[in-house]
């Protein structure tokens, strides 16, 4: 076998996939990048995109899914954010690399 693509739950795993770095490094990432979008500036939209994903063996995002969305721009840029973030350390489980589901949110707030 050897062959596991199941995908894990990541609380119950024994190493859960990280941003490199941690999560702090991830929002610090985020908020680096993140681009506003105009149409969310002008409909003043704030708050929270729930996203999941799947993080593969060899850290790379993929299944990105909005899970609870926004709208207005904002869906599509936290989408982007995930695409283009560096590859995760994988989750490990019996010691190996595993293919791990994993939610996060992206918060969008407009500065006064």
């Not at 739950?9 to 979008?37: C, H, M, R, T, W």
């Not at 708050?47 to 899970?67: A, N, P, Q, R, Y």
């Amino acid at each position: 076998t050897g062959q596991d693509n199941s995908v894990y739950d990541f609380v119950s795993i024994e190493k859960q996939p990280e941003f490199p770095g941690g999560i702090a490094k991830f929002y610090a990432y985020v908020g680096k990048n993140l681009k506003y979008p105009a149409m969310a500036v002008q409909n003043n939209v704030q708050g929270k995109v729930f996203l999941s994903f799947i993080v593969e063996k060899d850290g790379k995002l993929t299944d990105i899914t909005i899970t609870r969305g926004l709208g207005s721009g904002t869906d599509e840029e936290a989408v982007r954010l995930l695409k283009s973030s560096a590859r995760w350390t994988p989750g490990i489980q019996d010691g190996k690399p595993v293919r791990v589901k994993y939610n996060i949110n992206i918060n969008f707030t407009l500065g006064k």
